[in-house]
C-alpha cells in the first residue's frame, strides 16, 4: 500500500515539474512585424512580413502576432498602412498593438545583389533592440531563406554554412560589362628590319626583279582596338591594324592584322598575337647566289632563262638548260600578285600619363622563308568610357 502512495507522488512531482518547465520554456516577449521596405523586387512587403514572422515563430523567443492581430489597429491609422519603417512610427504601432517589440526592414535589389536588412525596436524603451544586414546574390527566389540567416544571426543562433555560402554575394572582381569599354584606339608609327628571303629581295637590284632598297623600313598606320573581357588587372582586347611601309623608300607595302591581345596589371603590359595579310609578288626561277651563270645574286624566271636558250656556266662555257636544283618560287616585283599570310606576335606596354595613353610594342612577322622583326609606338587621348552593355539602365522603383 506505502509502495503505491510513493508511486503516486512520484508521478504528481514529475507532472508539476514537467509543467513548470513548459511554462518557463514559453517566450514571454511579445512582437509584431510590420510590412518592410520593398525596393526594385517583384516580391510583396505583405509577402516578406509574413516570411519574417514563420521564422520568428521557428526560432521561438517570441510570441509572434499575426496579421489579423494587428489587422484592427493598422486599419484604425493610414500612417501605419504605407511608409511606417522609422524607428518613431514603429514605437507608436508597437504602443497601440500592446507588445514589447516590434521588426521592420528593407530588402533591396542592387544591381547583382540583394540587401536584407532587419531592425527590433524596443516599445517600451522607444530604442533600437537588435538590427542586422547582409547582403546576398541576385536571387529573388530565396528571399525567405535569406530572412531566416539575418534573423538567425541577431540572435547569436547556429546559421547552415552551406545555405549561406550558396546565397552570399560573391564580391568578384570588377568585369568589363561593369567599368565599360576604354576606346583605346589611334595612329601608330614604327620601325621594321627584314630578315631572310624578305631582306634579300628587297636589296636585290630592280633589274632582276627585286625593290632595291635597304633591308629595313619605316611603319605607318592605325590600330582599331576594341575590349571584350576587362577586370580591374586584366583585358582581353581585340585588335585590327591597317599599315602602310616602305614610303621613305618610295615602297607602297600595305597590309592589315588582326591580333587577340591581352593587357595586364595596373602597368598595362601587354602581349598579342594573330594573323597579318598582305600581298606578295612571285614567280617560278631561279637565284643564282652562288654567280654561275651569270651576275651574283641575279635572279632568272624560268620564262627568261628559257626564252634566252639557257645560261652559260662561267667556269666551262658550257650552256646549261637547266639550272643546279631546278626552278622554285620567289619574291619577284613583276611576278604574279597574291595574297600572303604571316603570323605576328607583339609584346610591350602602354604607358599613361594622365589621359593621354603612349603604346610601344616589339613585334615579330613570320612567314615563310621570312619577316619582320621591329618596334613601333602610337598615341590615343581618352576621352570617354562606354557601357558595353548598352541596354537601358535598371530603374528602381
Known amino acids: 500500500m506505502k509502495t503505491k502512495k510513493l508511486q503516486s507522488f512520484f508521478i504528481l512531482v514529475a507532472i508539476f515539474f514537467s509543467g513548470m518547465a513548459s511554462y518557463f520554456a514559453q517566450p514571454s516577449n511579445t ?8 525596393n526594385a523586387l517583384t516580391v510583396k512587403p505583405e509577402s516578406v512580413a509574413k516570411m519574417m514572422r514563420l521564422e520568428l515563430i521557428k526560432i521561438n523567443k517570441y510570441k509572434v502576432y499575426d496579421e489579423f492581430d494587428m489587422n484592427e489597429v493598422i486599419k484604425a491609422k493610414e500612417e501605419y498602412k504605407v511608409g511606417c519603417y522609422g524607428q518613431t512610427c514603429l514605437s507608436k504601432l508597437g504602443e497601440e498593438l500592446k507588445v514589447d517589440y516590434v521588426m521592420s526592414g528593407s530588402i533591396d535589389g ?50 547552415d554554412k552551406v545555405l549561406t555560402d550558396r546565397l552570399a554575394f560573391k564580391n568578384e572582381l570588377i568585369t ?6 576604354v576606346n583605346n584606339s589611334g595612329p601608330r608609327i614604327g620601325f621594321a628590319a627584314m630578315t631572310g628571303d624578305v631582306a634579300e629581295f628587297a636589296t636585290r637590284p630592280e633589274i632582276y626583279g627585286g625593290l632595291g632598297i635597304q633591308p629595313f623600313t619605316s611603319m ?62 612571285t614567280s617560278t626561277g631561279y637565284l643564282d647566289t652562288d654567280g654561275l651563270y651569270g651576275a651574283q645574286g641575279g635572279y632568272y624566271t624560268q620564262q627568261e632563262w628559257l626564252a634566252s636558250g639557257g645560261k652559260e656556266l662561267l667556269s666551262t662555257g658550257e650552256i ?23 603570323f605576328l606576335v607583339a609584346f610591350g606596354r602602354t604607358f599613361q ?19 619582320f622583326v621591329g618596334i613601333n609606338m602610337g598615341f590615343n587621348v581618352q576621352k570617354s568610357k562606354q557601357p558595353i552593355n548598352k541596354q537601358s539602365p535598371q530603374r528602381y522603383y
Not at 31 to 38: G, W
Not at 129 to 150: P, T
Not at 176 to 181: E, F, L, P, R, W
Open 31 to 38: 512582437i509584431a512585424v510590420a510590412n518592410p521596405n520593398v
Open 220 to 281: 605607318i598606320g592605325y590600330q582599331i582596338e576594341g575590349q571584350y573581357v576587362g577586370t580591374e588587372n586584366f583585358s582581353a582586347l581585340v585588335e585590327g591594324i591597317i599599315n602602310i611601309s616602305g614610303l621613305e623608300q618610295s615602297q607602297f607595302i600595305p597590309s592589315f592584322s588582326l591580333l587577340n591581345g591581352f593587357r595586364f596589371g595596373k602597368a598595362n603590359w601587354e602581349f598579342a598575337f594573330g594573323p597579318r595579310f598582305g600581298v606578295k609578288s
Open 320 to 342: 646549261i638548260l637547266e639550272p643546279f636544283g631546278g626552278f622554285t618560287e620567289h619574291f619577284d616585283k613583276e611576278g604574279s600578285k597574291r595574297l600572303a599570310t604571316s
Open 110 to 159: 542592387l544591381g547583382n545583389k540583394i540587401v536584407v536588412t532587419i531592425k527590433i525596436i524596443d516599445v517600451k524603451g522607444q530604442a533600437l533592440y537588435k538590427s542586422a544586414v547582409r547582403e546576398f546574390d541576385n536571387q529573388e527566389l530565396e528571399v525567405q531563406r535569406m530572412v531566416e540567416i539575418v534573423i538567425a544571426e541577431m540572435h547569436g543562433l547556429t546559421i
Open 176 to 181: 568589363s560589362n561593369n567599368i565599360g569599354k
Open 353 to 371: 600619363a594622365g589621359a593621354l595613353n603612349i603604346p610601344v610594342n616589339l613585334f615579330y612577322s613570320s612567314q615563310k622563308g621570312g619577316g
